[in-house]
């Protein structure tokens, strides 16, 4: 791809790989672009993806930690619609309420640094406004998020608390894989690039997720553990096996074997204890 500017060096400290792939470059930049209201892009660097979403005529905002960048944002982006700080430490939800953008059907894009990709992931869903996501994240990353990206003999993870997490209130699916030659300098890692869509009518209200987080962090503590052996040291015995036979669930099962609907149930059952 030619850019009016040189690439400036990536800063590995930022966990900084450039996307070259023209074909993921389109895949990311058409996902929701027909869907949206708006885009917000945190962690655009130079605008390898800016310059394109900014084309699809829709209100944009983007938010880069790395200070550098503003200079190359801004030959796509207006400079209103470039804040310099990190996604983590802003007050993200009031910031996008207070801005520019719709209140509503937000559009997240981000190729996210694999250190905070988790982080990131969790604070976005907490933000009703963003109805929409595509994430590039490392592979074994991806493979937690949607465990369904490999073939179900070769799945290493199972059932763990970062997919329930995201599935309760995300409909997500895969967009594309990408090699590590996709990107300067190339990373040592795969990566996946995710598309998510909020539901309509999840199960629980957002204002549970950080009780089903914790609940998720009890019951996935040691998922190879049989759930009853997990469980007992946080509910009372009795409440444990009503809670299971109502779910239907043999607390000589392993929690990496459940389903959603498993754990979704026993969440229900077992959260005002």
Not at 14 to 42: M, P, T, Y
Not at 212 to 233: H, Y
Request: with cysteine; proline share 8%; glycine share 4%.
């Amino acid at each position: 791809m030619n850019y009016s500017k040189p690439l400036p060096r990536a800063n590995k400290n930022l966990g900084q790989h450039f996307l070259r792939d023209n074909k993921v470059i389109q895949n990311i930049c058409d996902d929701f672009s027909k869907d949206a209201k708006a885009v917000v892009e945190i962690g655009p660097g130079p605008g390898i993806l800016t310059r394109f979403l900014t084309q699809k005529e829709l209100p944009y905002l983007c938010i880069e930690k790395d200070s550098r960048m503003e200079e190359f944002l801004k030959d796509f982006a207006k400079p209103e619609s470039i804040v310099i700080g990190d996604a983590l430490d802003i007050p993200l939800a009031q910031h996008l309420n207070e801005s520019f953008l719709p209140k509503e059907d937000l559009w997240l894009v981000s190729n996210l640094p694999y250190n905070v990709s988790v982080p990131l992931t969790r604070l976005f869903l907490t933000i009703p406004s963003i109805r929409y996501m595509t994430l590039m994240v490392q592979k074994e990353v991806g493979e937690k998020m949607l465990p369904t990206i490999l073939p179900k003999n070769e799945q290493k993870n199972g059932m763990n608390s970062l997919h329930v997490l995201l599935s309760t209130w995300f409909d997500i699916k895969l967009n594309c894989k990408v090699a590590p030659g996709a990107f300067i300098p190339p990373p040592k890692v795969d990566s996946v690039v995710l598309s998510f869509i909020r539901k309509t009518a999840p199960d629980l209200p957002l204002t549970e997720c950080d009780n089903l987080e914790s609940f998720l962090r009890k019951v996935f503590s040691n998922r190879r553990k049989q759930v009853g052996t997990v469980l007992k040291s946080h509910f009372h015995p009795e409440t444990l096996k009503v809670a299971l036979e109502k779910a239907q669930i043999d607390p000589k099962l392993r929690a990496e074997t459940f389903n959603l609907t498993q754990i979704g149930l026993l969440y229900s059952l077992l959260k005002r204890h």
